[in-house]
């Protein structure tokens, strides 16, 4: 099994939660942060691309190179960068579906 697939099946359940958080934002009115979302992305993968390849670089973490797409961002293979994306729309969008509706009144 492919680390892309893995990553797939992983991210299938993410955006259906994303979807319906997406749904229940509108359905309240609510717009999207589109700013801080940005932000907290760069900072996330900018993060994520240093550690990576720190872990992947001193041999902590090694990949199967039959197994990768084979793109990588440094030393790091690109599909280690899905669950940081996965993360950042998983936790907005369970914050929203968490959320509790204001009493009518």
Do not use: C, K, Q
């Amino acid at each position: 099994m492919t680390y892309l697939l893995v990553n797939t099946l992983f991210f299938v359940p993410v955006l259906v939660v994303a979807a319906l958080a997406v749904r229940r934002a509108r359905r309240r009115g609510a717009r999207p942060h589109v700013p801080a979302l940005l932000v907290a992305g760069a900072v996330m993968l900018a993060l994520t691309a240093v550690f990576d390849n720190v872990l992947v670089g001193v041999g902590l973490v090694g990949y199967d190179p039959d197994l990768i797409l084979g793109w990588r961002i440094g030393v790091a293979p690109v599909e280690d960068f899905a669950y940081t994306v996965a993360a950042l729309l998983l936790l907005p969008s369970v914050w929203e579906l968490l959320r509790r509706e204001p009493p009518p009144g």
